[in-house]
């Protein structure tokens, strides 16, 4: 990225995950300091009206973020957004893409608007985000 | 059901610190092996991990549901934003700010969206960064 400057268009982010396992869900109940129940716990996520646990959202963009910064230095980033549209299913094999929507001079520098998706194996939009990069 | 009167509710700031052993904890878990997140003193912390030290190091990481008097198993996380100021590293301490600033009913009352935003200070003072929670309520249905 230091190299060359992006163009609208290029994937500049593209990532995939091993399916999500419960056990990926304990750990980052405990890594994430998240421990609602719902995530870990098939009687309380029964009880809450859901077949089985799901996903932590977080974890999801957890992922989404870990594909972005493979592609840009943290430092560089400026903001980073997502709106979850749909639950993160057990087994789940995400794959997170990212591609250049605009190139802009905010902040006294150039920064480029990258639009964020992360999908399941079945393409099902799970995220739907995006991020600002200083270039 | 919360209402208008929750906007502008504030909650217990919380302090955490940026413990390398905990970051470890996280970057595994994520399976994370980009290197300059294991730099040592100065190693960046990965762009959604303020979200976790809040509630990791919160007295009650759920005090602003109980507060507004919602039930853990009705929420599910609608959106979440992220903007940096400055650089957070393994570390520093920082102070996390939360307060409500909208509260929005859906679908006829079926939902209410709930937006938290919080503010983000390290040791110094410096406003690092400002976080966006949009938590979906699925409310009761009449009977």
């Known amino acids: 990225m230091s190299s060359s400057v992006p163009a609208v268009g290029d994937r500049i982010v593209h990532k995939e995950f091993p399916p999500i396992t419960r056990h990926r869900l304990a750990l980052y109940c405990g890594a994430s300091g998240d421990h609602n129940p719902i995530h870990v716990d098939i009687d309380f996520a029964k009880q809450a009206g859901f077949p089985d646990v799901f996903a932590h959202g977080m974890l999801v963009m957890g992922y989404l973020g870990q594909a972005l910064t493979d592609a840009v230095a943290p430092s560089r980033i400026r903001s980073f957004s997502s709106r979850f549209a749909a639950i993160t299913q057990l087994g789940a094999a995400l794959t997170c893409e990212g591609t250049v929507t605009e190139l802009i001079e905010q902040g006294g520098e150039k920064r480029a608007k990258v639009a964020l998706t992360t999908k399941d194996q079945n393409g099902e939009i799970k995220l739907a985000g995006e991020a600002i990069i200083a270039l | ?143």
């Open chain 2, 1 to 143: 059901m919360v209402d208008q009167s929750a906007v502008g509710r504030t909650f217990t700031p919380v302090t955490a610190r940026v413990e390398p052993g905990r970051l470890r904890f996280f970057l595994d878990t994520l399976g994370e092996t980009n290197a300059v997140y294991r730099d040592g003193a100065a190693a960046p912390v990965p762009p959604t991990y303020l979200f976790c030290l809040e509630m990791m190091d919160a007295p009650d990481a759920f005090e602003f549901l109980t507060a507004l008097g919602i039930d853990l198993a009705r929420v599910l996380h609608g959106e979440q934003r992220f903007d940096y100021h400055a650089p957070v590293v393994v570390g520093d301490t920082l102070t996390f700010r939360p307060r409500v600033t909208s509260v929005t009913e859906k679908k006829g009352g079926a939902m209410t969206l709930i937006v938290v935003e919080t503010a983000v200070t390290n040791q110094a003072g410096v406003h690092v960064a400002d976080t966006s929670r949009t938590i979906v309520v699925r409310n009761a249905r009449p009977s």
